[in-house]
C-alpha cells in the first residue's frame, strides 16, 4: 500500500522559510518521479515542483529561485525547502506520486 505522510508545515511571516517533508512507503521511492503539488483556499491544485529518480528538479515560475526540491533515496523521504515566502503560497502542500497524495500539511504566511 502506497503511503505520504507530510510534515513540516506551519504559521511563518512572509520572507521566513519552512522545510516540508514527506515520508513514503510502499513502492520504490527511488524508482519514481515524485512531485509537490499545494491548494490554496477555494482553488484548485497547482503543481509546485518536481524530482525526477536521479535528482533533476523542476519549478513552476511562481516559485522557482525561491524553494528546493530535493529527495533522499536511501530515507524515502522527499523534501521541499521554501524561501523568502510569500502570503500567495498560503496552501495545503501535498507530496504527489502521480495522482497520489498524502494528507497535506498546512503552510499560512501571514504577519
Known amino acids: 500500500e502506497v503511503r505520504l505522510v507530510e510534515s513540516g508545515g506551519g504559521l511563518v511571516q512572509p520572507g521566513g522559510s519552512l522545510r516540508l517533508s514527506c515520508a513514503a512507503s510502499?513502492?520504490?521511492?527511488?524508482?519514481?518521479?515524485m512531485s509537490w503539488v499545494r491548494q490554496a483556499p477555494g482553488k484548485g491544485l497547482d503543481w509546485v515542483s518536481s524530482i525526477g529518480p536521479g535528482g533533476v528538479p523542476s519549478y513552476a515560475n511562481s516559485v522557482k529561485g525561491r524553494f528546493i526540491i530535493s529527495r533522499d533515496n536511501l530515507q524515502n523521504t522527499l523534501y521541499l525547502q521554501m524561501n523568502s515566502l510569500k502570503p500567495e503560497d498560503t496552501a495545503v502542500y501535498y507530496c504527489?506520486?502521480?495522482?497520489?497524495r498524502g494528507q497535506g500539511t498546512q503552510v499560512t504566511v501571514s504577519s
Open positions: 504527489d506520486r502521480y495522482g497520489q
Open positions: 510502499g513502492f520504490t521511492f527511488g524508482s519514481d518521479s
